[in-house]
């Protein structure tokens, strides 16, 4: 069963840079296409970024495009967030989540996905 764990997370002033890791168990990682999904208090889980199983295809929502970089070590069984130029409403609990490749009706809806890291904090002071 794969289990997937977040880390990095952290208190950063605006402009600045953190790099999230997600971590995955199992030996099947290589088969999933993976996704960075955030939620802030009081609002729905939204979504960042996903990845394909190779790491040739790349999303991102249009709040993070060209500020977040997805990418992934399939080697090292781990996903990697990449988030430069922090803003304060960046601000939230980031999930890593995984799911099988196949072809999602929507693979931006965080209901596609089958498995859930624990969450790492991100806040950004302004």
């Known amino acids: 069963q794969v289990q997937l764990v977040e880390s990095g997370g952290g208190l950063v002033q605006a402009g600045g840079s953190l790099r999230l890791s997600c971590a995955a168990s199992?030996?099947?990682?290589?088969?999933?296409?993976m996704g960075w999904f955030r939620q802030a208090p009081g609002k729905e889980r939204q979504f960042v970024a996903t990845i394909s199983w190779s790491g040739a295809i790349t999303s991102y929502s249009d709040s993070v495009k060209g500020r977040f970089t997805i990418s992934r070590d399939n080697a090292k069984n781990t996903v990697y967030l990449q988030m430069n130029s922090l803003k304060p409403e960046d601000t939230a609990v980031y999930y890593c989540?995984?799911?099988?490749?196949?072809?999602?009706?929507?693979?931006?809806?965080?209901?596609?996905?089958?498995?859930w890291g624990q969450g790492t904090q991100v806040t950004v002071s302004s």
């Open positions: 989540a995984g799911r099988r490749a196949s072809v999602v009706a929507d693979a931006t809806d965080p209901r596609m996905y089958d498995y």
């Open positions: 199992g030996r099947t990682f290589s088969t999933y296409n």
